[in-house]
């Protein structure tokens, strides 16, 4: 079972030859396409041995079909965790869906073979490159594209699954989910997803801080019974007491009251949210997630996903930075060569 990086990402590693295309090489479709499927190596995420996850040049990542993964829910939800992980460690990375889940095989330990491609873009975008059928406008993207070292990935994954297992509840899934909502600038999906996290993280503090100590000194069934109950301690009046016993700041619950009013709107009413009802969830996850790791700040806070953010079309274009290296013709439409030779005339008698 296969899915991928995204955004694309080539892996690198001390043993290989640097990644290197022309755009000779792109517009004739004679770039190396049998690197693109080489192993880089693998990961250890938890698996019983001898099973690992293991890592293609592309950004291929290959799981065994063990027992535990053999439905395809199963698969998303445990590729998802790794993402998660790879995330939380300080590498930006976006959820997948079932229909970006490839089946293939390793052949002789130097090769990930993909038998069955997803329909999503990432996995049409990898089975084109592999198979030298890309146009020069897809395969543009294998000119000095974004490269990460093995290493880099080892270091973040076992600092974010580290991070996700001192945090039983909370499910690192949706965290990756939300946080890919943020980048798409779908801050509906964002805001639900995030929230969810909001809940975990809010029940994991309440667990560990309010309950559990109190039990300490009366251990009694009805005073657990009482301090879980969600209908007099929702989720608001939890934040109230993590806030009046010092555990979170100010900050933190004034993002949470701006995210939990949004969320509202959006499951009573169905009204959209704000790009800042979005990121308020976000920074709120950050000052709780903070507080259930006794002050560790998990590198994800240290990204700056506007760097992997979708462009906002009604924004202002940035200048070019230095001249073009590379350029195509644009075929023109009927008729709009006259009309741009029209618009030229009138902007020089102007």
């Known amino acids: 079972m296969i899915a991928y990086l995204h955004p ?77 992980g790879l995330l939380l460690g300080g590498i930006y990375c976006e959820a997948i869906n079932p229909d970006a889940l490839d089946v293939g095989s390793i052949i002789d330990w130097a090769y990930i073979r993909v038998h069955k491609s997803g329909p999503a873009a990432a996995n049409r975008f990898h089975k084109h490159v592999r198979h030298l059928q890309a146009a020069p406008l897809e395969a543009i993207a294998l000119v000095q594209p974004r490269q990460i070292g093995l290493d880099e990935l080892r270091t973040a994954m076992g600092a974010g699954l ?25 801050w509906g999906s964002a805001l639900a997803n995030l929230w969810i996290v909001v809940e975990q993280l809010v029940a994991d503090l309440w667990e560990r801080k309010v309950v559990e100590p109190t039990l300490e000194t009366d251990p009694s069934k009805s005073r657990r019974s009482q301090l879980m109950d969600t209908r007099s301690w929702t989720a608001s009046a939890r934040i109230e007491m993590l806030f009046q016993k010092a555990l979170i700041d100010l900050d933190t619950v ?3 009251g701006k995210a939990r009013r949004a969320r509202n709107s959006l499951h009573h009413s169905g009204q959209h949210p704000s790009s800042d009802d979005a990121w308020a969830a976000y920074q709120g996850i950050a000052g709780l997630l903070m507080v259930a790791l006794d002050g560790e700040r998990p590198s994800l806070f240290d990204l700056d996903l506007a760097d992997h953010a979708l462009i906002d079309p009604f924004t202002p274009p940035k200048p070019l930075l230095g001249e073009p290296t590379h350029w195509m013709a644009i075929p023109k439409l009927p008729g709009e060569e006259q009309l741009e030779r029209a618009e030229t005339e009138v902007f020089r008698a102007g």
């Not at 991070?163 to 980048?183: C, D, F, H, Q, S």
Request: with cysteine; proline share 6%.
């Open 162 to 186: 580290k991070i996700l297992n001192a945090v039983p509840l909370m499910r690192g899934e949706y965290l990756l989910k939300g946080t890919t909502g943020l980048a798409r600038l779908d």
């Open 8 to 84: 694309f990402r080539l892996v690198q590693t001390d043993g290989q030859a640097p990644w290197h295309v022309t755009i000779e090489q792109i517009n004739h479709r004679g770039w190396d396409y049998a690197a693109l499927h080489e192993i880089a190596g693998g990961i250890d995420i938890g698996l019983q041995p001898p099973y690992h996850l293991v890592v293609g040049r592309d950004g291929a990542l290959a799981l065994p079909p063990i027992d535990d993964l053999r439905s395809t829910q199963a698969a998303v939800e445990f590729i998802n965790r790794c993402l998660a």
């Open 254 to 256: 004034h993002a949470l």
